[in-house]
Structure formats: C-alpha cells, structure tokens
C-alpha cells in the first residue's frame, strides 16, 4: 500500500477491525518513510448475480422482487413476517451457494414453490397460479390435484 503524502510504498498496519458496516475491515497504517498514518478499509469484491428471465433477457438480482412475490401469495393467511425472510434467506443460501453466475428465473420459481408448499399450501397455489400463468380453471384443479396426491 503506497502512503498518500509521500508515495513510498512500505507501510505498515498497525491496528484492524472490522468498520462501523461489518462489510469490511478498517486498517490503520504507518508510512516507514515518512511516519504519517492513515486509514484504509478493506471490503470483498463480489460478482453480481444475474437472472435469466423467461425472454431471455439478464437483470441483477434483487431480493424485493422475490420478497413481494412470497408476501403477495402470503396475503391474510397465517404465515408470519419472520417465516417468510426465513424463506427468503433459504432461497438465496441456496441460488448463492451454487458456482453459476447465472441462473435461470425458472430455477428460483421452482424453489420458491416447494418452499411454499410446506410452508402454507394456500400460498403456494397463489404463486404457482401467478408463476406458471395459469389460463384457465382447469390449469388450477390439475395443479390441485398434484399437491392432493
């Protein structure tokens, strides 16, 4: 690290903790040269995830858009506040703990749903109503009958 007043480049941390965010760490240095101190902060370089949508355009991820759906399907049935971050934390642990970089909106449908078919069988026929645009009443009784069974 090269010291802001005078360019040499040996300096040295003298003390390290984590910043007032706890998304990165503060460093205080020492310059050898001149003696002066700074600051510096330290914060890991993420790669953004990006989603597939069904017409095959990319969007970064935005956790809201998943948020909004569950609370849409959710609406007056008994699923408290705290279940549905929990489920959206289990959704993004599990599309942020896969290598791919980018991952096809389907996938996290399809997650969603078997997520909110044990958590509240109501809410998930709402979001697969919505998700796999049913057309018609019978769309809805075959997707009724599948959870039935």
Do not use: W
């Not at 008994?78 to 929990?86: D, E, K, L, T």
């Not at 919505?130 to 019978?138: H, L």
């Amino acid at each position: 690290m090269k010291c802001p007043f005078c360019n040499h480049e040996n300096t040295r941390v003298i003390d390290s903790r984590p910043a007032e965010d706890n998304n990165s760490i503060r460093r205080r240095r020492v310059c050898d040269e001149c003696g002066k101190r700074f600051t510096t902060y330290e914060k890991i370089e993420t790669i953004p995830l990006i989603i597939i949508k069904k017409d095959e355009n990319r969007e970064t991820y935005d956790r809201t858009k998943i948020e909004a759906g569950i609370v849409r399907a959710c609406h007056k049935r008994p699923v408290s506040a705290a279940q549905i971050v929990q489920l959206v934390d289990e959704v993004e642990t599990e599309i942020f703990s896969r290598e791919d970089r980018e991952i096809p909106s389907a996938y996290i449908g399809e997650l969603i749903m078997d997520k909110l078919k044990s958590l509240d069988p109501v809410a998930y026929v709402r979001f697969a109503s919505v998700y796999r645009e049913f057309k018609d009443v019978n769309t809805f009784m075959d997707e009724l009958k599948k959870m039935l069974k």
